[in-house]
């Protein structure tokens, strides 16, 4: 199993750009969610799924859409960039025991 | 408003000592506490779940405990080594399934 994979590792973006952050598990898993992690402020929850074709938001969901298509695929979509919006991005994804297992993670940079 | 505190940002030990990492929380009742272990460029890994009925759990060198009463939980990690070097976070979601709220970390440092 690849477990959960991200892409792009690296981006960089000019304000009021958009672009996708892409996510995969291959562990069948129900629930996925993206955080942010910041530097002091800890992983934050951005949006989250508990199957296809359902998703909530999380603690910082502005400026960002998720969809679920698929059971294996939570891409994370940015609309407009925004200075703020620099960060890492993980995507985690879970079933059953609460266990999330992340992905590697996204550094994004947004001029 | 909802808080999560861990002891310090940085905490540094000798190798082969006890390390204890905490985590207090304000205005929370957690049904599930985690500890994560993330090392530098790498998304967090999954080291242990403790239940809110459950006072301690262990996974070999691994020891968490969870005071409800102290709205607290502490990390061990018995006969330290340098590779135990990472930072530790503490992870609390009010339900099975999503919303996890998570702490600010505590990078440890296990001095050779």
Redesign the interface.
């Known amino acids: 199993n690849a477990g959960v994979t991200q892409t792009p590792k690296f981006q960089v973006l000019k304000t009021g750009q958009s672009m996708t952050l892409q996510c995969a598990q291959d562990m069948n898993h129900e629930y996925m969610s993206w955080y942010r992690q910041d530097p002091g402020m800890g992983l934050r929850l951005i949006h989250y799924s508990v199957g296809a074709g359902i998703t909530d938001q999380g603690e910082v969901p502005n400026g960002y859409n998720v969809s679920r298509s698929t059971t294996e695929d939570f891409p994370l979509r940015l609309l407009s960039a925004a200075p703020s919006q620099t960060s890492v991005y993980f995507c985690a994804s879970s079933y059953g025991e609460d266990t999330q297992y992340f992905g590697p993670g996204t550094r994004l940079t947004v001029l | 408003s909802q808080k999560?505190e861990q002891n310090s940002?940085a905490l540094n030990i000798q190798e082969g000592k006890t390390a204890t990492l905490t985590c207090n929380y304000t205005n929370y009742s957690p049904a599930?506490l985690?500890w994560?272990r993330q090392d530098p460029?790498?998304?967090?890994?999954?080291l242990l779940?403790i239940r809110e009925n459950e006072k301690e759990k262990r996974k070999e060198r691994l020891k968490v405990t969870f005071d409800t009463t102290l709205k607290q939980s502490l990390f061990h990690i018995t006969a330290s080594q340098p590779a135990d070097s990472a930072t530790y976070?503490c992870?609390l979601?009010r339900r099975?399934?999503?919303?996890?709220?998570?702490?600010?970390?505590t990078r440890l440092s296990v001095l050779p």
């Open positions: 999560i940002e599930y985690q994560y460029g790498r998304g967090p890994v999954f779940l976070l992870a979601a099975h399934g999503q919303n996890f709220v998570f702490g600010p970390g």
